[in-house]
């Protein structure tokens, strides 16, 4: 019921700006390269259906598989900082240093390493994805207060007993933030890689599509790409109610 | 008292310049140990040489990516308080609109990109107005959460004494708000590098994109991680500006 009444004014609003979109494109008679409306955007979703979802199936696998591959380093990268401080120590500047460089900036390299096949954009999404994940949960694992950590071991705990009553499940909400950060930036990163070179994807469905001076489908593009990012963080927070039910 | 010497120690491993230096030695001594080829990681000599080479072309395409990250940071960042403050104070635009705010923000916005080009052609403008949009976002969330946050116990404390709902706002709301604002900034600032970096691959002809995606034609590796260096240099360097401002302007904590 509440979910209801809190997403009311959200379709209104959205419900709102389209028509005023479609209203105030069709009124002032907006040329498509500047504003196509959104009826023309969906019709030409709908006729591409079968190479924009082909596409978008491509750039999704991608996404997920960097994800998963990117947020695994992360995570372990932080649980071994943790085990060994001094690691920490001299490690995590480093780290910061490189994460200073913006992700982007990455994408030739991956490129002419990995190839215009869909190794490159796994590759640059894992990047993305390792450093938010891996600063999330190194945050998460040293909240934990040292009275409590030594509370644990007075009672004869070891460390990894330590690490997986007291500092997994306190890292986990922490953890979360940072799966969230991180699902956004590798599909960002996928498109990004994608645009600059591959076989198939929506990146590359969008730059071509703009060398073509196929407006409408660009943004045919924009929206499944758009979509589907919803679809992901919508997932996501799905799967951080049912993990952290604690908060 | 002095410091301890571990602590002093410990100091010096933990500030940027140590990191930047250890990364220099890594980078000197571990292709030859480990047999990384150049087509990898090209020798730390070689890349710097590479960079003097192209000296003139590095700093006018640096000064231009500059130019587009700032102007954009800085507009996004303004119009992205002003929606925050409009948010908090108006609950019925923020219950209808900032759902689709936080919706838009997981977008990928980059795809945008393409269009936002195609309305201002290869233009300087069309790099500031991606930075602008990317910005915007963060700043936006993170005024109305740190806002929000301002405790209401103590705001009917200022009533009480007769304050206006202006003084509230400038003396009591905004300053609590501003450490949350200033994390929103940080992440703008990263957005807006990299929104600066993308706009220029879909055609210019001067910034560190576009010399990114020309050695990507010509796989000249040596040259992409000179500006992989460079870009994070100038990544590190807004940064620590905002941090800078902060530490100078917004030393108190939030609640």
């Known amino acids: 019921m509440s979910s209801i009444r809190s997403g009311l004014p959200v379709v209104l609003a959205l419900v709102a700006l389209l028509a005023a979109w479609q209203l105030g494109g069709a009124l002032f008679g907006l040329p498509v390269y500047v504003l196509p409306l959104p009826v023309e955007i969906i019709a030409q979703g709908v006729t591409d259906w079968s190479s924009l979802g082909a596409a978008a199936a491509t750039t999704f696998i991608e996404t997920i598989a960097g994800f998963l591959i990117g947020s695994a380093i992360g995570a372990l990268v932080a649980v071994v900082l943790v085990l060994a401080p001094p690691l920490e120590v001299s490690l995590l500047p480093l780290l910061i240093a490189v994460n200073s460089v913006p992700a982007v900036a990455f994408v030739p390299l991956a490129l002419i390493w990995f190839g215009l096949g869909m190794a490159s954009k796994v590759a640059m999404a894992a990047l993305a994805v390792s450093f938010p994940v891996l600063l999330n949960m190194l945050a998460g694992l040293k909240r934990p207060s040292p009275e409590a950590v030594n509370l644990l071991r007075s009672f004869g705990s070891s460390w990894l007993g330590v690490l997986w009553r007291l500092r997994i499940p306190t890292a986990t909400p922490s953890l979360v933030i940072g799966l969230r950060v991180g699902i956004g930036r590798a599909a960002i990163a996928v498109i990004v890689a994608e645009m600059l070179g591959a076989y198939n994807g929506i990146g590359q469905t969008i730059y071509q599509a703009t060398a073509q001076v196929d407006y409408l489908t660009v943004w045919a593009a924009v929206l499944v790409a758009s979509a589907g990012s919803l679809l992901l963080y919508g997932a996501l927070v799905a799967v951080d109610r049912k993990l952290v039910w604690w908060r | ?255």
């Open chain 2, 1 to 255: 008292m002095s410091p301890r010497p571990s602590a002093v120690g410990r100091a010096i491993v933990r500030s940027p310049a140590f990191a930047v230096a250890a990364l220099a030695v890594l980078w000197l001594v571990a292709p030859p140990f480990l047999h990384i080829g150049p087509r990898y990681l090209p020798p730390l000599p070689t890349v710097v040489r590479d960079g003097v080479s192209v000296w003139p072309d590095l700093l006018a395409s640096l000064w231009r990516t500059l130019i587009e990250t700032v102007i954009g940071f800085v507009a996004g960042a303004a119009f992205g308080v002003a929606v925050g403050v409009c948010f908090a104070y108006q609950r019925i635009v923020e219950r209808a609109f900032f759902p689709i705010f936080v919706a838009l923000q997981t977008v990928p916005v980059i795809a945008f990109g393409a269009i936002v080009v195609i309305w201002f052609g290869n233009t300087i403008t069309a790099k500031v107005v991606i930075a602008f949009y990317l910005t915007f976002f963060p700043v936006a969330v993170n005024t109305l959460h740190g806002l929000h946050a301002a405790d209401p116990r103590r705001i009917e404390l200022l009533k009480s004494f007769g304050a206006s709902n202006w003084q509230i706002f400038w003396k009591f709301s905004l300053p609590s708000a501003l450490p949350t604002i200033m994390t929103g900034f940080k992440v703008g600032i990263s957005l807006s590098l990299a929104g600066a970096i993308v706009g220029e691959w879909f055609g210019d002809t001067v910034g560190l994109g576009v010399m990114l995606l020309q050695g990507l034609y010509f796989e000249q590796v040596p040259r992409i991680w000179m500006l992989i260096v460079v870009c994070g240099a100038l990544g590190a360097a807004l940064y620590g500006v905002l941090v800078a401002i902060e530490r100078r302007f917004v030393w108190w904590r939030p609640d």
